[in-house]
């Protein structure tokens, strides 16, 4: 199965940063990535998928490129609403896998 | 708008069964794969299972295929997950989710509020 490992695993950023989060795959997977946002206590919610498109909905703050083995989700000016944990997640035969997640904390 | 929303979580012991259901409704349900995710207590995120939107076709996490069955009524908008022979590491939040079909691949659109899954003696 592909793994996704992502980096850093924590991160401490300030209101108005601009922030990355990376994903790399195990073996190229095109452009099938999305990533998601998680807060306490809460489902997931889909921001890209497709590696770069946006979901309904997204504020435009949120970016995401990459293909093949390395992904990468941009986050252009930190809001306070965005301090969440971030996962991506990637289809292949059949099977998901996600990383294993990225926490964003306010510094 | 969309809604899924998780029930049949509980306590239960190593060895038993327990039956997760997820009531669909603001889209058509027929139209849609589904899929369950869970999420252990402090951990990320884990894919369980995926059904085809006409039940034709199911796949499984090798953590619990043989153990666990994905199944669907479309006839009541309803997604379950029997789960059979269950272990302390199947606790977990358990949410089931849509399935989206994208250009490039696919991926989870839609989720429930999950329920919580807990194996324990």
């Known amino acids: 199965a592909i793994q996704l490992t992502q980096s850093p695993s924590s991160l401490s950023a300030s209101v108005g940063d601009r922030v990355t989060i990376t994903c790399r795959a195990s073996q190229g997977i095109s452009s099938a990535l999305a990533w998601y946002q998680q807060k306490p206590g809460k489902a997931p919610k889909l921001l890209i998928y497709?590696?770069?498109s946006l979901e309904s909905g997204v504020p435009s703050r949120f970016s995401g490129s990459g293909s093949g083995t390395d992904f990468t989700l941009t986050i252009s000016s930190l809001q306070p609403e965005d301090f969440a944990t971030y996962y991506c997640?990637?289809?292949?035969?059949?099977?998901?896998?996600f990383g294993q997640g990225t926490k964003l904390e306010i510094k | 708008q969309v809604q899924l929303v998780e029930s049949g979580g509980g306590v239960v012991q190593p060895g038993r069964s327990l039956r997760l259901s997820c009531a669909a409704s603001?889209?058509?349900?027929?139209?849609?794969?589904m899929h369950w995710v869970r999420q252990a207590p402090g951990k990320g995120l884990e894919w369980v299972a995926v059904i085809w939107y006409d039940g034709s076709n199911k796949y499984y996490a090798d953590s619990v295929k043989g153990r666990f069955t994905i199944s669907r009524d479309n006839s009541k908008n309803t997604l379950y997950l029997q789960m059979n022979s269950l272990r302390a590491e199947d606790t977990a939040v358990y949410y089931c989710?849509?399935?989206?079909?994208?250009?490039?691949?696919?991926?989870?659109?839609?989720w429930g509020q999950g329920t919580l899954v807990t194996v324990s003696s």
């Open positions: 997640q990637q289809f292949n035969n059949y099977l998901y896998t």
């Open positions: 603001g889209f058509t349900f027929t139209n849609y794969g």
């Open positions: 497709d590696a770069s």
């Open positions: 989710a849509r399935r989206r079909i994208a250009v490039a691949g696919y991926y989870f659109d839609y």
